[in-house]
């Protein structure tokens, strides 16, 4: 007997549609490895479509008040509290992530990330008006940019929508979003709840591959394109934007440094570092997975992350006990096992090292040492449950390790010497550093990087921004 897959339509103009040309993808649960959907396969036509919707709804939107448009996105984040359960069910469903964590790390968050940007939206203001030529009064205006073009990933596929399209819509902007198309259930959600709340076009989700989002970011109607993805993806997005000056919003790869001084915490270092390193299968791009260790307590951090890794568990999504689900998709599994398979004949795998499992696409916490500079595990983004390690002689050369990547989106400093920490800051060179912690993010602070990592912020009134264009207005006071 064989189950009928649900079936995902495209939210385009206050309307679910199917492909114009009626192409569908499978939609795989990485937990089992079977299909429970289809999904559009979004090609030319579609793209015209939602693009021709929410550049129709601009105008309207644009010229609500922002008061009127924290109203909206306040009833937006009621709304998803209120069916919270739905989009956790339909979130572990796309991605395989536990229930129970899901709900409490994932979803508060998000809307929370909402709240903020609504009231973002009252705060959007330019400088005072001022004389700076005789007989001459200038005023800043600050606008939205138009219609922008979003491509969300399958690591975060629910919060990451919420980044893309709140500061957006807070600031007047329509939005065209794309999920990725190995999750897009739970966006799909979040447009039947958002129907009733906002006015026809202003937000519209198209489901597609890879070919979709760039017909997206190469269409003429987006003022803006934001992808949070490969560095790959991101510099095919940025050369594409070129062609027509689009504004381009890049949140990339990252390979963090979680950088340990012999006098920190060492069982608390691990433990933190366990768990932002394994948290969501180390599909992060902020996690906790290369870590440098001083030499003195190098064998020491070695065992005791080696045990917290064995004593680490992941599973099915109902499954209590576990601190991550699977990776997202089978290339994923490959990619990440791969890594281990070509590991120099200098390193030792301290722990894990493989899949789990016959069903679905898991793999075990993963330790990783004796590993060099210039190794590709240590240059390169694994994207999955393994944790490096390498050890340093002194904060020079910590800082020198830590910035040798092309990457630099996050980092964290663990020593309990004040000054130490505040010269790590100042040297590490990554859009964020955290002390004696790492991972946590608030909707006030920026999250964004450098390098290959990126640019643009999410969060903050910095992400808010963003997407905002600035117009300068002179008046003669001669009437």
């Known amino acids: 007997m064989t189950t009928e897959l649900r079936r995902l339509r495209n939210y385009i103009g206050g309307e679910f549609k199917d492909a114009a040309d009626g192409r569908t993808t499978e939609v795989v649960n990485p937990a089992t490895g079977e299909a429970y959907a289809t999904a559009p396969l979004s090609g030319q036509a579609d793209v015209d479509a939602a693009m021709a919707a929410a550049a129709a709804a601009f105008p309207g939107w644009r010229d609500t008040t922002p008061s009127d448009r924290q109203k909206a996105l306040l009833k937006i984040a009621d709304a998803f509290e209120a069916r919270a359960d739905e989009l956790v069910a339909a979130e572990s469903e796309n991605t395989g992530k536990p229930l129970g964590l899901t709900a409490s790390e994932e979803l508060p968050p998000m809307v929370d990330q909402i709240r903020f940007f609504a009231g973002a939206a009252r705060l959007l203001e330019g400088r005072s008006a001022g004389e700076y030529m005789e007989g001459m009064t200038s005023i800043i205006r600050r606008e939205p940019v138009g219609v922008c073009a979003q491509v969300a990933p399958w690591n975060y596929p629910m919060m990451m929508a919420v980044w893309k399209f709140a500061p957006a819509i807070a600031a007047g902007n329509t939005v065209v979003l794309k999920p990725s198309d190995t999750t897009p259930a739970s966006t799909v959600l979040m447009a039947e709840i958002i129907d009733s709340i906002l006015p026809k076009g202003v937000f519209n989700v198209i489901c597609g591959d890879r070919e979709t989002g760039k017909a997206m970011v190469e269409h003429s109607t987006p003022a803006m394109a934001s992808i949070t993805g490969s560095v790959r993806a991101g510099m095919q997005v940025a050369e594409s934007a070129s062609k027509d000056v689009k504004r381009v919003h890049l949140e990339l790869g990252g390979k963090a440094p979680v950088v340990v001084f012999e006098d920190a915490d060492i069982a608390k270092a691990v433990e933190d570092i366990a768990v932002a390193g394994y948290f969501n299968a180390g599909q992060d791009c902020t996690a906790a997975t290369r870590v440098l260790v001083h030499e003195s307590i190098h064998d020491e951090f070695v065992s005791a992350l080696a045990k917290a890794a064995a004593d680490t568990k992941t599973g099915q999504p109902d499954d209590e006990d576990v601190l991550y689900g699977p990776l997202n998709n089978p290339n994923q599994l490959k990619q990440v096992a791969g890594f281990i398979e070509r590991l120099p004949a200098h390193a030792k795998v301290e722990a894990g090292g493989h899949q789990v499992g016959e069903k679905g696409y898991f793999y075990a916490p993963t330790v990783v040492s004796g590993l060099k500079q ?90 808010f921004e963003d997407y905002t264009r600035i117009k300068h207005v002179m008046t003669s006071l001669d009437g």
């Open 374 to 463: 210039d190794d590709e595990i240590i240059q390169n983004e694994v994207f999955g449950p393994v944790i490096t390690v390498q050890s340093f002689t002194d904060e020079q050369q910590a800082v020198e390790y830590a910035n040798g990547v092309e990457f630099a989106l996050a980092s964290s400093v663990w020593t309990k010497d004040h000054g130490r920490a505040m010269r790590m800051s100042k040297n590490l060179d990554f859009g964020c550093v955290w002390i004696n912690t790492h991972i946590p993010l608030v909707a006030e602070m920026p999250h964004g990087g450098f390098k290959k990592s990126g640019y643009g912020k999410d969060l903050s009134a910095y992400g």
